[in-house]
């Protein structure tokens, strides 16, 4: 389940980074955030779309363990995505969201996809 994992972590990344770039105000509309300037749509854009197509490259330079570097890239994407999640429990800590979606739906998203790679990087 090494490589599958990748690839559909990859393609997850991808994804979330094309729709980025492309619709940048689309992808954070169910958070409640308004990107409505030309300022917050080039922060959705690099954070979201830069950010996920830069992974995206990194998980498919490991699907066929370029240099060796597969473990190290599947450890280091499966902590930005523990981060993340952990991110989501202190703002459940400190603001309380009361909806699954979005914000549980994509902290298990992100564990889930951590698992995955950490059971990529360890296999």
């Known amino acids: 389940m090494g490589t599958a994992s990748l690839v559909i972590v990859a393609t997850f990344f991808a994804g979330m980074g094309l729709f980025g770039l492309i619709a940048p105000a689309a992808l954070v509309r169910p958070f409640g955030i308004r990107a409505s300037t030309p300022e917050s749509r080039s922060e959705v854009r690099a954070v979201y779309g830069g950010f996920g197509i830069a992974i995206a490259v990194l998980l498919a ?3 066929p363990d370029v240099a060796g570097m597969r473990r190290g890239i599947a450890v280091a994407v499966a902590a930005a ?17 009361t909806r699954f979606y979005p914000i549980w739906f994509y ?3 992100e564990i889930v996809a951590a698992g ?8």
């Open 61 to 63: 330079v490991a699907v």
């Open 81 to 97: 995505l523990l981060g993340m999640a952990f991110g989501r429990v202190v703002s459940r800590a400190v603001d309380r969201p």
């Open 107 to 109: 902290c298990c998203v």
């Open 116 to 123: 995955m790679l950490l059971g990529a990087a360890a296999g």
